[in-house]
């Protein structure tokens, strides 16, 4: 069975930065002959809901920075990442929610 990684707030799980979804379900009917793997790297860090983050650009590089108490929370982020990479190799697919940091 093909796997797809899909951003665990468009499978309808409450995640996100203000404890809400993005549940869309034509993208769960689309890979509804997929094995489905949930990714959100920021709820397990920082729970939900948690402050929101922000990509801006500092010295020539993007950093994410999160809104409120303008923390650099890059290397977090891209361990978490990494992480989960490492996790799941063989995935075919990935789906990742527009606009997300």
Excluded: W
């Excluded at 950093?63 to 995935?91: V, Y």
């Amino acid at each position: 069975m093909k796997k797809v990684i899909i951003s665990a707030c468009l499978l309808g799980h409450l995640c996100r930065y203000d404890g809400k979804t993005k549940k869309t379900t034509e993208i769960v009917d689309a890979f509804k002959d997929y094995e489905i793997i949930p990714f959100c790297p920021e709820a397990p860090l920082f729970g939900t809901p948690r402050e929101r983050i922000s990509v801006i650009q500092i010295n020539d590089e993007n950093r994410i920075i999160t809104d409120n108490t303008n923390r650099d929370i890059t290397k977090l982020l891209e361990d978490e990442i990494n992480s989960f990479i490492k996790l799941h190799p063989n995935a075919d697919e990935i789906v990742l929610k527009s606009k997300s940091p």
